[in-house]
């Protein structure tokens, strides 16, 4: 878990993740050291500030702190307490960074974006703010997940599908643990996923300029249909910004917008031509009568 979380004000929430293994019937804390205030003592609340909560995850191994709508003033350490004895507690340090309502990322281009499979994916994202002060990186995401193309992701995702495909073969040869084909099916997906995400990582490049504004560029090579989703770029001092990308096989983004089109031009057409029958059929019978 980082010990070291930055959150930005104007944002939703910050969280804080502490991990416990064989908890057991014991109970976790969380204390702001600054004046040892108990915010929370297991999933009940102590403080009056609305604010602080607690979620725990479902085998009670991960105690999370929120902190919803983050103030500067909300900086600190934070302390992850067990009431063993002796007690066992582990301190995260909360930094709070105040953002100008000004202060903005924009992604060029529509918020909708198609490529071609087997293309380059290029994004482009300005960050606008009045000053330069206390300015710091800027982050990818892709959903939920940051991306970072470094070779120690690729080694991790290396040896995590070595180690997948390690038990696959023990599996095979009768000397790994009986499981159930639901089990097994779960390892394949995983291990596939592990695979996907070691080929993205591999494809993507991220550079920064400053200079009179702030700019960060993301490209993704050989684009594939597992690269659509959801990117936002996020820098540490401003809010930030997002994208839908699509990644399509066969039709261009032209074609497609000309093809939807074209659709609709059709459906209107069809709606007009039944209108106009209705019509003439009810002239038809006032006619006869």
Same mark, same amino acid.
């Given at each position: 878990?980082?010990?070291?979380?930055? $959150?930005?004000?104007?944002?939703?929430? /910050?969280?804080? =993740?502490?991990?416990?293994?064989?908890?057991?019937? *014991?109970?976790?804390?969380?204390?702001?050291?600054?004046?040892?205030?108990?915010?929370?003592?297991?999933?009940?609340?102590?403080?009056?500030?609305?604010?602080?909560?607690?979620?725990?995850?479902?085998?009670?191994?991960?105690?999370?702190?929120?902190?919803?709508?983050?103030?500067?003033?909300?900086?600190?350490?934070?302390?992850?307490?067990?009431?063993?004895?002796? =007690?066992?507690?582990?301190?995260?340090?909360?930094?709070?960074?105040?953002?100008?309502?000004?202060? =903005?990322?924009?992604?060029?281009?529509?918020?909708?974006?198609?490529?071609?499979?087997?293309?380059?994916? +290029?994004?482009?994202?300005?960050?606008?703010?009045?000053?330069?002060?206390?300015?710091?990186?800027?982050?990818?995401?892709? $959903?939920?997940?940051?991306?970072?193309?470094?070779?120690?992701?690729?080694?991790?995702?290396?040896?995590?599908?070595?180690?997948?495909?390690?038990? #696959?073969?023990?599996?095979?040869?009768?000397?790994? =643990?009986?499981?159930?084909?639901?089990?097994?099916?779960?390892?394949?997906?995983?291990?596939?996923?592990?695979?996907?995400? *070691?080929?993205?990582?591999?494809? +993507?490049?991220?550079?920064?300029?400053? #200079?009179?504004?702030? *700019?960060?560029?993301?490209?993704?090579?050989? /684009?594939?249909?597992?690269?659509?989703?959801?990117?936002?770029?996020?820098?540490?001092?401003?809010?930030?910004?997002?994208?839908?990308?699509?990644?399509?096989?066969?039709?261009?983004?032209?074609?497609?917008?000309?093809?939807?089109?074209?659709?609709?031009?059709?459906?209107?057409?069809?709606?007009?031509?039944?209108?106009?029958?209705?019509?003439?059929?009810?002239?038809?019978?006032?006619?006869?009568?």
């Amino acid at each position: 878990m980082p010990r070291n979380i930055t $959150g930005r004000t104007g944002h939703t929430e /910050a969280i804080i =993740k502490c991990r416990v293994d064989s908890l057991h019937d *014991k109970s976790v804390s969380w204390i702001r050291k600054r004046d040892l205030h108990i915010l929370t003592v297991g999933t009940a609340t102590y403080t009056t500030d609305k604010r602080f909560k607690v979620s725990e995850s479902k085998d009670a191994r991960e105690w999370t702190l929120h902190v919803k709508s983050p103030q500067a003033k909300d900086s600190g350490i934070y302390e992850c307490q067990v009431n063993t004895e002796p =007690k066992m507690s582990m301190a995260f340090q909360l930094n709070i960074i105040e953002i100008s309502p000004d202060a =903005k990322a924009i992604i060029s281009g529509p918020h909708d974006l198609h490529f071609k499979s087997g293309s380059a994916i +290029i994004l482009n994202c300005v960050v606008k703010q009045p000053s330069v002060k206390d300015i710091g990186p800027i982050y990818w995401y892709r $959903g939920e997940h940051m991306i970072t193309p470094f070779d120690s992701d690729v080694e991790d995702a290396d040896n995590l599908i070595t180690q997948g495909q390690g038990q #696959g073969q023990e599996q095979e040869k009768g000397r790994g =643990k009986e499981q159930t084909s639901d089990q097994l099916d779960a390892s394949l997906n995983e291990v596939l996923n592990l695979e996907v995400a *070691k080929d993205f990582t591999t494809r +993507i490049a991220m550079e920064s300029q400053l #200079g009179d504004t702030l *700019k960060s560029r993301l490209r993704i090579s050989n /684009a594939q249909t597992t690269d659509t989703g959801n990117y936002t770029c996020q820098p540490t001092t401003a809010s930030s910004a997002s994208v839908m990308v699509h990644v399509i096989n066969d039709e261009n983004p032209a074609a497609m917008q000309k093809s939807a089109t074209l659709a609709l031009i059709g459906q209107h057409t069809q709606q007009r031509l039944g209108l106009m029958c209705c019509a003439m059929l009810l002239l038809l019978l006032l006619a006869v009568q």
